[in-house]
């Protein structure tokens, strides 16, 4: 009894242990869980604002501006590096540099990624609400400041919605691309991609980069060709302090010039203030004084402006080329949704490099055209190469092929049901023959027995025992054959169905009727 008692006692407190212990575990999990949410949410956002608060401090030291401004003007910085127009002094400044932006959409993507590994569905959902949510925050404050300094600074209150609506932009974008570069078991598990989707979507970006790669290229020869040009804007600078703020700016600039000359590439219109630019024709007017500005041309390319119509046919080609496949369908759907992409993220670029760039007017291009005319040269040059590859005796041959080994086999269970149906009636056949054979012997038997009566009428003085060893002599060759023609089939009754087994007993019946 004591002894039953002692291993309750320490099973009871064993029991207690492991649930101290799992209590323990899940409030670790529950405060690491809580302390990755506050990191994804504002470990990159506060590290932007220290950059911005440096940068800031650095500049108007080198100024000698006063320092009662700085927290109003880090605000209005946090706005402009997510693409919200700041006003100054009545003059709207909407065409923002696109470098920091990137840098911000790279960084929020890099820490999305790093926290959602092996997460699953709920998990990733928290991840991405931490990374939109934290800096909404921030821009709520950075609005609220803005807003409270409007009354003393040159810098006047934003608008509330715009300001949310690109931060939440910017954010979700970054989170996206995050995820899907992270969490490929759950986004499988909960959304089904087709191959011909995945070659589109994997290709439509590839495109978007050798665009972009390209526009690069131009710029970079532009400037290299009026470096004269570059060199006497930044001559305008007058100081050390004039030169370093005029190379800055360029530098964050540049990325909102690649974007335009990939635009251009594709058949749209830029444009700087009062001029424009396009690949056939070149209007000028008043541009800002921007060393980076250079690369636009002077006057019109003519031919050689055309030849650049050679880049998006050729970018649309090795798309489609890279999404072929033997079904003409699903190479056409791969090819368009390659289009579709490439033409979302050209026109979302685009959107964000472009705006007002005060009393010059607008600088950038046309978002909506710029996405139309990539998805134009993407469908319509890949729908050729569709058409092409599906007449090609090759692509048939693949076809053809396919359709053929998708066709059903027969079934082997049924054929050999038709073999054992087919045996059977080859069995019956049989033995309806040997009953055939059996009428024919027991006509004979009887002209043999009319013969031995007629015999024995006409011999009445033969030998009775002859006659008895003849008759019995008679008897067993007439049960022999017949013995051995009812065992000559091979009968299976357990393997019968009814019908079959009718048939046998019948058989038997008749044949033991005429033994």
């Known amino acids: 009894m004591a002894t039953r008692t002692a291993t309750r006692t320490d099973t009871l407190a064993s029991r207690l242990r492991q649930v101290r212990r799992n209590h323990r575990a899940r409030r670790v999990a529950v405060d690491g869980s809580a302390r990755e949410l506050l990191i994804v949410a504002f470990a990159l956002p506060l590290a932007t604002l220290a950059v911005l608060f440096v940068a800031l401090l650095a500049t108007l030291l080198l100024a000698g501006a006063d320092l009662g401004g700085l927290i109003g003007t880090l ?47 709920g998990e990733l959902a928290a991840i991405v609400a931490a990374a939109v949510g934290g800096p909404l925050v921030l821009t709520a404050m950075a609005v609220a400041v803005v807003m409270d300094g409007a009354t003393t600074s040159q810098i006047q209150s934003p608008d509330s919605l715009s300001a949310f609506v690109r931060t939440l932009l910017v954010h979700a974008v970054a989170a996206a691309i995050g995820v899907g570069a992270s969490a490929h078991a759950p986004l499988r598990r909960h959304v089904s991609v087709s191959a011909a ?32 040009q570059v060199t006497a804007l930044f001559d305008g600078g007058y100081d050390f302090d004039g030169y370093l703020g005029l190379g800055v700016l360029s530098v964050l600039y540049l990325p909102n010039l690649i ?13 700087v203030g009062t001029a424009s630019v396009d690949l056939m024709s070149v209007t000028g007017g008043d541009v800002p004084p921007l060393p980076v500005l250079a690369a636009l041309p002077g006057e019109g390319l003519g031919t050689v402006g055309a030849a650049g119509f050679v880049v998006p046919a050729v970018i649309a080609l090795v798309v489609a080329v890279k999404c072929r496949s033997a079904d003409p369908l699903a190479h056409f759907r791969a090819v368009a949704v390659a289009g579709a992409v490439a033409a979302a993220l050209v026109t979302v670029l685009a959107e964000l490099a472009g705006g007002r760039v005060g009393e010059l007017g607008e600088a950038g291009v046309t978002p909506v055209t710029t996405g ?17 590859n599906a007449l090609l005796p090759a692509a048939r041959a693949t076809r053809s092929a396919a359709r053929a080994a998708q066709r059903p086999a027969p079934e082997p269970e049924a054929a050999d049901d038709w073999e054992m149906e087919s045996d059977w009636d080859e069995d019956v056949d049989d033995l309806d023959g040997d009953d055939d054979l059996d009428e024919d012997d027991d006509l004979d038997g009887d002209d043999d027995l009319d013969g031995a009566d007629d015999q024995d009428t006409d011999d009445p003085d033969g030998d009775p025992t002859a006659d008895a060893g003849s008759d019995a002599d008679a008897a067993d060759q007439a049960k022999t054959p017949r013995n051995t023609r009812v065992n000559a089939p091979d009968f299976d009754f357990g393997e019968m169905d009814l019908d079959e087994y009718d ?13």
């Open 75 to 121: 605000g209005a910085t946090w706005l402009a590096v997510h693409q919200v127009p700041v006003s100054l002094s009545g003059v709207t400044i909407g065409a923002l540099p696109l470098l920091p932006t990137l840098l911000i959409v790279a960084g929020t993507a890099a820490v999305v990624r790093s926290a959602g590994r092996d997460r699953d569905g």
């Open 259 to 271: 974007v335009g000359a990939a635009a251009i590439l594709v058949g749209a219109r830029a444009q």
């Open 372 to 388: 139309v005319f990539t998805l134009g040269w993407i469908v319509l040059i890949g729908g050729l190469v569709v058409l092409v």
């Open 197 to 228: 989707d995945k070659a589109g979507l994997r290709f439509g970006t590839a495109a978007l980069f050798a665009l972009l790669a390209v526009g690069g290229i131009l710029v970079t020869v532009r400037l290299i060709l009026n470096w004269g």
């Open 503 to 515: 048939t046998e007993r019948a058989i038997s019946r008749k044949l033991n009727d005429r033994l």
